[in-house]
């Protein structure tokens, strides 16, 4: 148990282990995520958005209550009290009413799993060439799994491929997953399985937000 804390404190970004005065504790479905918006991977890790939801508003001047349903610019006030404009879709994240949501495919899309190695499902845009089209080739939208890294925020294939990589940080899993056969591996429940078992075994560290 000593060795996977260890490790799990190895795997926090070392821009926030320079944070010594954060008390670090792990996730749980309890733990509660700010509402704003997240300019970079590092927001979310502190749980600290760039943009705070509260400081968000319309073209109006009006507070934007709801990210989900945002179309168009939204503005913060800065510093020095001017309005700056910016798009939605131009930031990494964001989190609404506690739920984190994350730049993929077309879009933004929630967290649907949270641990050391997240689970998102996305909508992404394939092409396929069609001889019989008059421009050669057709789009259409598919629904794609992805781990998203909570080391460095990486989106990662949901296949075997990516869980060994992930696995080089435990070895007893990674022994255990290779010993599978080939196609035991690249089974989907098989790589979900793993991806629990590995977050069960590395804590996801996060901020204390308890009062």
Same mark, same amino acid.
């Given at each position: 148990?000593?060795?996977?804390?260890?490790?799990?404190?190895?795997?926090?970004?070392?821009?926030?282990?320079?944070? =010594? +005065?954060?008390?670090? @504790?792990?996730?749980?479905?309890?733990? #509660?995520?700010?509402? /704003?918006?997240?300019?970079? !991977? $590092?927001?979310?890790?502190?749980?600290?958005?760039?943009?705070?939801?509260?400081?968000?508003?319309?073209?109006?001047?009006?507070?934007? =209550? +709801?990210?989900?349903? @945002?179309?168009?610019?939204?503005?913060? #006030?800065?510093?020095? /009290?001017?309005?700056?404009? !910016? $798009?939605?879709?131009?930031?990494?994240?964001?989190?609404?009413?506690?739920?984190?949501?994350?730049?993929?495919?077309?879009?933004?899309?929630?967290?649907?799993?949270?641990?050391?190695?997240?689970?998102?499902?996305?909508?992404?845009?394939?092409?396929?060439?069609?001889?019989?089209?008059?421009?050669?080739?057709?789009?259409?939208?598919?629904?794609?799994?992805?781990?998203?890294?909570?080391?460095?925020?990486?989106?990662?294939?949901?296949?075997?491929?990516?869980?060994?990589?992930?696995?080089?940080?435990?070895?007893?899993?990674?022994?255990?997953?290779?010993?599978?056969?080939?196609?035991?591996?690249?089974?989907?429940?098989?790589?979900?399985?793993?991806?629990?078992?590995?977050?069960?075994?590395?804590?996801?560290?996060?901020?204390?937000?308890?009062?």
């Amino acid at each position: 148990m000593r060795s996977l804390l260890l490790i799990s404190l190895l795997s926090i970004p070392r821009i926030l282990l320079a944070q =010594m +005065d954060t008390v670090w @504790v792990p996730w749980t479905r309890e733990y #509660t995520f700010g509402d /704003g918006i997240y300019l970079s !991977f $590092q927001d979310l890790r502190r749980n600290a958005p760039s943009i705070p939801l509260r400081a968000i508003t319309n073209e109006l001047g009006s507070p934007v =209550m +709801d990210l989900d349903d @945002v179309e168009g610019p939204i503005f913060r #006030t800065n510093a020095n /009290g001017t309005r700056e404009r !910016f $798009q939605l879709d131009a930031v990494w994240g964001y989190c609404q009413s506690g739920v984190v949501h994350v730049r993929a495919g077309t879009g933004f899309t929630r967290v649907g799993l949270m641990g050391s190695l997240a689970h998102v499902l996305y909508q992404d845009v394939q092409r396929i060439m069609d001889p019989y089209m008059m421009y050669g080739s057709t789009t259409y939208n598919v629904e794609t799994q992805a781990f998203l890294d909570m080391t460095d925020g990486s989106l990662l294939p949901f296949t075997a491929a990516s869980l060994t990589k992930v696995l080089q940080r435990d070895a007893f899993l990674l022994e255990e997953f290779n010993a599978l056969s080939k196609r035991d591996r690249n089974r989907p429940e098989t790589i979900f399985a793993y991806m629990r078992r590995y977050n069960e075994r590395h804590d996801l560290l996060l901020p204390d937000t308890a009062p």
